[in-house]
């Protein structure tokens, strides 16, 4: 039985980590009602634009010098999420809480891990530098961008554990209410905002921070959601 190359083996693997990183980032989207602001339809889209013109583009010049392809992806990914930041959030206790964040940081650290590990001198044998196709670029591209997105989105959740929709709405039941939406509420007491329940009536409202799932006050008999 012929073995698979090692480039089909790393495709595989990076499609496998984009399908991962993009079904729990939806999955914890839908969850918290948006409250870790992931964007799912960003990240699907990206990495399929990715795979599919990463693997479709022109061949590379063997002599080229050029910067590779993976580190162009990866710089335009950091600068569109840096402009998303400085348009969306003004609030920086917020963004602490913002998994996407770590994961873009953690991202970075490993663009510049595998654009350094080549010119370390110390490196024995000092072979010449691999020509790859363009399928292993594009996989490596992939593993960069979604590799640490599905780690830091998985310990996330494991460590902080906020609490989703379907674990409060009982408790919200329980008082009476029913789940309208979550607001946002005063991010440096409630940074994931808060879930909202009324009863049928519209007279009483309840409030939970969606982080730790207590009950909070939320003073704003104009605009109580």
């Known amino acids: 039985m012929r073995k ?4 089909t083996v790393l495709v595989c693997i990076a499609i496998a980590v984009w399908l991962a990183s993009c079904s729990l980032t939806t999955w914890a989207h839908i969850a918290y009602d948006h409250a870790l602001n992931l964007n799912p339809v960003y990240w699907w889209a990206y990495g399929g634009l990715a795979l599919v013109f990463g693997i479709l583009a022109e061949p590379q010049d063997k ?3 050029k910067t590779p392809r993976w580190s162009a992806a990866l710089v335009l990914l950091l ?3 840096l402009a998303y930041v400085l348009a969306q959030e003004q609030d920086l206790h917020y963004l602490l ?3 996407a964040l770590w994961g873009l940081l953690l991202m970075a650290l490993f663009g510049i891990a595998v654009w350094l590990y080549p010119r370390l001198p110390f490196r024995r044998p000092m072979r ?9 670029n594009c996989a490596v591209i992939m593993l960069i961008l979604y590799a640490p997105m599905l780690l830091t989105l998985a310990v996330y959740l494991l460590v902080m554990h906020p609490v989703t929709v379907e674990e409060i709405t009982p408790i919200g039941e329980a008082e009476g209410g029913r789940f309208v939406g979550r607001i946002t509420g005063n991010r ?4 994931l905002g808060i879930y909202f329940f009324a009863d049928d009536e519209s007279e009483c409202w309840y409030y939970y921070d969606v982080l730790t ?3 909070v006050n939320y003073n704003d008999s104009l605009n109580p959601y």
């Open 4 to 7: 698979p190359s090692p480039t």
């Open 63 to 65: 002599q080229s010098n």
């Open 79 to 81: 600068c569109t999420f």
């Open 97 to 99: 809480y913002w998994p």
């Open 128 to 136: 010449p530098k691999r020509q790859h196709s363009q399928a292993w």
């Open 188 to 191: 440096s007491q409630t940074p």
């Open 213 to 215: 799932g207590e009950p």
